[in-house]
């Protein structure tokens, strides 16, 4: 009888030990992210290089993944960022260029007149500008620190604000690239996963929004400052969202910005300066808003880019990678590239402003390449040659659900834009998040019984939320507004507002 019991109770203890190893190792990668970023300071091209390392052996040796299967899950993560990789890279090109023409400044020059007092300045650039750069997939920081700074607000507040004013909505920005490529990740239908992230970036942009009025100067005033606020964060979400149900996701952080834009300028216009240089400046955004508006509102165009004019092609049997290169934002960003260099050919160096704007782009784009190779690895490990079958006990999101399930239960919600947050934090870029934890969502909403593509769309929120608490996005603001220096002040104050407001979102999640 004792010996029955012993042997039970060792074979109980030793799975019970067994499960929490195969758990802390599943966790390993993340804990690595955290040592290099944190710790050791490491970039983030190093931590991706270091991380997809470190991830290949811990699927080889210890979760039992085949060489050959790793290095297919590799490709098949580099190739699955094509697209994202195309807007990065488009994006950063143009915004070089528009800032070496003076586009950009000829433009804040031409509205700002038309906007009366100091408040209706720093909302129209904090909110409206910065969210309809980012909607158009070209980055803000470098175009809206600086606007902020020659408009009155200090050189920290200027750098928090130019990252504050869009990571709320930065999910269903971007041209929609973030959600297409969570949906390739997760498999999710990219039009549902679209509609949960801009119901739940409502609530993360009035989060964000309530904490703006401490950045700017106390001449805009206090409590009216605070309700115009969030007034404006509930305009530009509100039209995001109705955009994203009744059009698209790739039109809505262009028409929430626009929107608010829009409505700060309609008592001032008759001020508007520029005249016909303003048509030449806006030339580019317009082509790419208008393509976009044209593809998500004409039945046969959408049906027609979305449906046929498609590119589809395995490199895995698991895991088809659709490209939609005449709807999604990445050929009209070419195209508007194309356009500003030839309207400003004749004012800047075409070869010089390009050469730069690769430097710069290149190490990003090896780095999320890389992320997306780690991310895979992860959702692959367990497989059998050929990907034939799947061992769930070595497949690594598999052990994390169940893992998870075991210790949060039914509130493991509560921590899913955290984890977001968590990977914006550590490597600086938001789909980082959707490629290590996008595939453990869907596990996750299995074993619980929750809407997969409700949690996957709250880890997104909860990376775009993370953007205001990356060194990494905090670092390319502060050159630009005279802040260098002022990082570490910067993030004391940034760190716990994107921890509140993802905690916040995870009772949100948890509450549906």
């Given at each position: 009888?004792?010996?029955?019991?012993?042997?039970?109770?060792?074979?109980?203890?030793?799975?019970?030990?067994?499960?929490?190893?195969?758990?802390?190792?599943?966790?390993?990668?993340?804990?690595?992210?955290?040592?290099?970023?944190?710790?050791?300071?490491?970039?983030?091209?190093?931590?991706?290089?270091?991380?997809?390392?470190?991830?290949?052996?811990?699927?080889?040796?210890?979760?039992?993944?085949?060489?050959?299967?790793?290095?297919?899950?590799?490709?098949?993560?580099?190739?699955?960022?094509?697209?994202?990789?195309?807007?990065?890279?488009?994006?950063?090109?143009?915004?070089?260029?528009?800032?070496?023409?003076?586009?950009?400044?000829?433009?804040?020059?031409?509205?700002l007149p038309a906007l009366g007092h100091p408040r209706q300045r720093h909302l129209f650039i904090a909110l409206g500008a910065c969210n309809f750069l980012e909607g158009a997939s070209i980055i803000a920081e470098p175009l809206v620190a600086p606007m902020l700074w020659s408009a009155g607000v200090a050189p920290a507040g200027a750098a928090a604000l130019s990252i504050m004013g869009y990571a709320g909505m930065m999910s269903v920005e971007m041209a929609?690239?973030?959600?297409t490529v969570l949906a390739l990740v997760t498999g999710l239908p990219q039009v549902e996963l679209a509609k949960a992230a801009a119901w739940l970036s409502v609530p993360a942009t009035l989060a964000l929004a309530a904490a703006l009025p401490m950045y700017l100067p106390k001449e805009d005033g206090g409590?009216?400052?605070?309700?115009?606020?969030?007034?404006?964060?509930?305009?530009?979400?509100?039209?995001?969202?109705?955009?994203?149900?009744?059009?698209?996701?790739?039109?809505?952080?262009?028409?929430?910005?626009?929107?608010?834009?829009?409505?700060?300028?309609?008592?001032?216009?008759?001020?508007?300066?520029?005249?016909?240089?303003?048509?030449?400046?806006?030339?580019?955004?317009?082509?790419?808003?208008?393509?976009?508006?044209?593809?998500?509102?004409?039945?046969?165009?959408?049906?027609?880019?979305?449906?046929?004019?498609?590119?589809?092609?395995?490199?895995?049997?698991?895991?088809?990678?659709?490209?939609?290169?005449?709807?999604?934002?990445?050929?009209?960003?070419?195209?508007?590239?194309?356009?500003?260099?030839?309207?400003?050919?004749?004012?800047?160096?075409?070869?010089?402003?390009?050469?730069?704007?690769?430097?710069?782009?290149?190490?990003?784009?090896?780095?999320?390449?890389?992320?997306?190779?780690?991310?895979?690895?992860?959702?692959?490990?367990?497989?059998?040659?050929?990907?034939?079958?799947?061992?769930?006990?070595?497949?690594?999101?598999?052990?994390?659900?169940?893992?998870?399930?075991?210790?949060?239960?039914?509130?493991?919600?509560?921590?899913?834009?955290?984890?977001?947050?968590?990977?914006?934090?550590?490597?600086?870029?938001?789909?980082?998040?959707?490629?290590?934890?996008?595939?453990?969502?869907?596990?996750?909403?299995?074993?619980?019984?929750?809407?997969?593509?409700?949690?996957?769309?709250?880890?997104?929120?909860?990376?775009?939320?993370?953007?205001?608490?990356?060194?990494?996005?905090?670092?390319?603001?502060?050159?630009?507004?005279?802040?260098?220096?002022?990082?570490?002040?910067?993030?004391?104050?940034?760190?716990?507002?994107?921890?509140?407001?993802?905690?916040?979102?995870?009772?949100?999640?948890?509450?549906?």
């Amino acid at each position: 009888m004792w010996y029955l019991f012993w042997t039970g109770f060792h074979l109980f203890t030793s799975g019970v030990f067994m499960n929490l190893v195969s758990f802390l190792l599943s966790l390993s990668p993340v804990a690595l992210l955290a040592v290099l970023a944190v710790g050791l300071k490491q970039p983030a091209l190093r931590l991706s290089l270091y991380g997809v390392i470190y991830t290949g052996i811990l699927a080889f040796f210890t979760f039992k993944t085949p060489l050959m299967v790793i290095l297919w899950a590799v490709l098949d993560g580099v190739l699955s960022t094509i697209p994202l990789l195309l807007v990065v890279l488009a994006g950063i090109l143009l915004s070089n260029l528009l800032l070496a023409s003076g586009s950009l400044s000829r433009l804040v020059a031409a509205f700002l007149p038309a906007l009366g007092h100091p408040r209706q300045r720093h909302l129209f650039i904090a909110l409206g500008a910065c969210n309809f750069l980012e909607g158009a997939s070209i980055i803000a920081e470098p175009l809206v620190a600086p606007m902020l700074w020659s408009a009155g607000v200090a050189p920290a507040g200027a750098a928090a604000l130019s990252i504050m004013g869009y990571a709320g909505m930065m999910s269903v920005e971007m041209a929609g690239i973030i959600i297409t490529v969570l949906a390739l990740v997760t498999g999710l239908p990219q039009v549902e996963l679209a509609k949960a992230a801009a119901w739940l970036s409502v609530p993360a942009t009035l989060a964000l929004a309530a904490a703006l009025p401490m950045y700017l100067p106390k001449e805009d005033g206090g409590l009216l400052l605070g309700l115009q606020t969030l007034a404006s964060a509930l305009l530009i979400s509100l039209v995001a969202l109705i955009t994203t149900m009744a059009l698209d996701v790739t039109l809505a952080g262009m028409t929430g910005g626009l929107a608010l834009m829009a409505v700060l300028l309609v008592r001032g216009c008759h001020r508007l300066t520029g005249g016909r240089q303003i048509v030449v400046d806006l030339a580019p955004f317009l082509l790419i808003l208008i393509p976009l508006l044209l593809v998500n509102t004409v039945p046969h165009l959408r049906t027609l880019t979305l449906h046929y004019l498609v590119i589809e092609f395995k490199v895995i049997p698991v895991h088809r990678i659709t490209l939609t290169p005449f709807f999604s934002a990445y050929l009209y960003l070419f195209l508007a590239l194309g356009l500003a260099l030839f309207l400003f050919r004749q004012k800047v160096p075409v070869s010089g402003v390009l050469t730069a704007g690769l430097r710069q782009a290149w190490r990003a784009l090896a780095s999320m390449a890389l992320f997306g190779a780690m991310g895979q690895i992860i959702a692959f490990s367990g497989y059998g040659e050929g990907f034939g079958q799947l061992d769930k006990t070595h497949n690594i999101p598999w052990v994390l659900a169940m893992g998870l399930k075991n210790h949060t239960g039914q509130l493991y919600p509560l921590f899913v834009p955290l984890l977001g947050w968590v990977g914006t934090f550590l490597t600086g870029y938001g789909v980082a998040s959707l490629m290590l934890f996008g595939e453990l969502q869907v596990h996750a909403a299995r074993l619980l019984g929750k809407s997969a593509v409700w949690l996957a769309a709250g880890l997104s929120v909860g990376a775009s939320v993370g953007s205001i608490s990356s060194p990494f996005k905090i670092a390319i603001a502060t050159p630009m507004c005279g802040a260098l220096g002022l990082e570490g002040e910067i993030l004391r104050r940034t760190i716990p507002l994107g921890l509140a407001a993802s905690f916040l979102l995870g009772l949100i999640l948890w509450l549906l």
